[in-house]
């Protein structure tokens, strides 16, 4: 799904201007890293796209449609913050719930999608209990399972250690052969190259948006 920006401006109360004018097309069913220094506007442009700020002129659309008529996945630096029910299997299923699946549907949903992601066995299981790798894995799960259009990833791995990275490597390399829609912010530069495009922002400015093997070709070292 296309996302487009047009003419997105926005500051943060006490006048801090993170965007002036932007404009920007980012391309549906790719991976596209967000990267650039800290305080470069990274998290912020993700909040605006997912509606959860409101830009103070300009708008984003996605194919045409706003985002209130759409469903994102997020995925965050800690995925535990993200759990609120003590279960594998009722954590899956709590998105289904709130938006009224009967409960034999949410039954099968969840079943499947549990297997898809090889936590089957694990479905009685406290999040608590999962390594890194699998509570991301997790976290990716309860969104798939609501069939949401774009993934809005915030610096997923950084509290994963090497096994727990590969891990969450091959899922992302899932989502991505399934079609959708994957937004990822990293610092890292080792993590570009499962990248489609590359978006550069530094201080609120998009310095680069290319294909990733352009990115790495031309060495930028802003990151």
Request: aromatic residues 12%.
């Amino acid at each position: 799904m296309k996302i487009v920006l047009e003419d997105l401006s926005f500051s943060y109360r006490g006048g801090k201007k993170v965007f002036e004018h932007l404009d920007l097309v980012l391309p549906g069913r790719h991976i596209v890293a967000i990267t650039g220094p800290n305080g470069s506007g990274k998290t912020t442009l993700l909040k605006l796209i997912a509606g959860i700020l409101e830009p103070d002129s300009g708008r984003v659309i996605f194919d045409g449609v706003g985002s209130e008529f759409l469903r994102f996945g997020f995925v965050f630096q800690n995925p535990s913050e993200q759990f609120v029910h003590f279960t594998v299997e009722r954590e899956v299923g709590f998105a289904l719930e709130n938006f009224g699946y009967d409960s034999d549907v949410i039954a099968i949903k969840v079943s499947e999608i549990l297997k898809e992601f090889g936590l089957y066995s694990k479905r009685g299981s406290s999040p608590d209990e999962l390594s890194g790798g699998e509570q991301q894995k997790l976290s990716i799960a309860s969104s798939v399972v609501y069939e949401p259009k774009i993934f809005l990833m915030d610096e997923p791995t950084s509290y994963l250690d090497e096994p727990g990275k590969k891990l969450f490597f091959e899922t992302v390399s899932s989502l991505r052969r399934r079609g959708y829609s994957i937004l990822w912010v990293t610092q890292d530069p080792s993590e570009l190259k499962l990248s489609d495009y590359v978006l550069l922002l530094e201080e609120g400015r998009v310095t680069f948006f290319e294909n990733t093997k352009r990115f790495l070709k031309d060495g930028y070292d802003s990151i």
